[in-house]
């Protein structure tokens, strides 16, 4: 299993998660989130995010390196879409 995490400073950490999870939770029923955490069910693995008071902390996990990198992409280009009022920087590390 291949993980590739983010940690991306902000202080709308909550906000964007919870506009993540909703525009996700209709293509993905098995979603759950709550304001710190969500569990998004992604078709190449799960994404877990977590809000902290200065930062969204996102996991990804899959099984190919193909799969990772279009997670990371989808992903960033989403949040970067809802946080258009900041520019945020999202570096991902790969474990495994």
Known sequence: MIMSRSEVRTEHASK???QLS???SHRFPDLTYNAERADIPLP???CILEAGPDHLRITL???SEEGISRMEQVVADH?????FR???EIVWTREG
């Open 22 to 24: 909703k525009h996700w």
């Open 16 to 18: 964007y998660l919870t």
């Open 44 to 46: 190449n693995g799960p």
């Open 79 to 83: 949040l970067l879409r809802f946080a």
């Open 86 to 88: 900041e520019p945020l």
């Open 61 to 63: 996990s899959g099984a």
